[in-house]
T-cell receptor, first 115, second 111 residues
Framework: DTEVTQTPKHLVMGMTNKKSLKCEQHMGHRAMYWYKQKAKKPPELMFVYSYEKLSINESVPSRFSPECPNSSLLNLHLHALQPEDSALYLC??????????????FGPGTRLLVL | SQQGEEDPQALSIQEGENATMNCSYK?????LQWYRQNSGRGLVHLIL?????REKHSGRLRVTLDTSKKSSSLLITASRAADTASYFC???????????FGKGTKLTVNP
């Protein structure tokens, strides 16, 4: 199973809402990632979890709160978002081998619209 | 800042032709990867080339890496309409879990 699943596929939320994005993988990968991608731009790294511990936070605003409940699951909690946060949010996972970056497997993404 | 910079930004070719995309980067790397993204979808890993490798093949894909010039190229031979997508190179900075993507090349293959 080389699949990373993400739910929901689409999400529309108001600026006062609280919502969560979910990501799951069953490949035994111990690194998981959240990316944000705006239209016609490359993915931008937000967070990295390695062995269920947050290892990289790319200075992401606190209205985005990641959580890694176990080695297969990754959540992104959203609160008080701004319209400029509208984007495609991608989850990915990879093996961790001696600290070197290996192939990342991406989910299909959640397309978020903040009104 | 973006580590990888793809060239060209957009490429339009006819089915059956070859497509070549280039990527340049600035710092030393452990490996370089190429990914494909169909419109609005997740990224699909195509190929990974390590810093001690110079060329790698996978099906119709050929990737080269020149660490002295800090550049890589992706060649897609005998292109098909289904190859229409955006292609990104991505590099990691030594010892880091961080993968940095280039700006991408949007490839259109016309039937």
């Amino acid at each position: 199973d080389t699949e990373v699943t993400q739910t929901p596929k689409h999400l529309v939320m108001g600026m006062t809402n609280k919502k969560s994005l979910k990501c799951e993988q069953h490949m035994g990968h111990r690194a998981m990632y959240w990316y944000k991608q705006k239209a016609k731009k490359p993915p931008e790294l937000m967070f990295v979890y390695s062995y269920e511990k947050l290892s990289i936070n790319e200075s992401v605003p606190s209205r985005f709160s990641p959580e890694c409940p176990n080695s297969s699951l990754l959540n992104l909690h959203l609160h008080a978002l701004q319209p400029e946060d509208s984007a495609l949010y991608l989850c990915a996972s990879s093996q961790v081998l001696a600290g070197f970056q290996e192939t990342q497997y991406f989910g299909p993404g959640t397309r978020l619209l903040v009104l | 800042s973006q580590q990888g910079e793809e060239d060209p930004q957009a490429l339009s070719i006819q089915e059956g032709e070859n497509a070549t995309m280039n990527c340049s980067y600035k710092t030393s790397i452990n490996n370089l990867q190429w990914y494909r993204q169909n419109s609005g979808r997740g990224l699909v890993h195509l190929i990974l080339i390590r810093s001690n490798e110079r060329e790698k093949h996978s099906g119709r894909l050929r990737v080269t890496l020149d660490t002295s010039k800090k550049s890589s190229s992706l060649l897609i031979t005998a292109s098909r309409a289904a190859d229409t997508a955006s292609y990104f190179c991505a590099t990691n900075q030594g010892g880091s879990e961080k993968l940095v993507f280039g700006k991408g090349t949007k490839l259109t293959v016309n039937p």
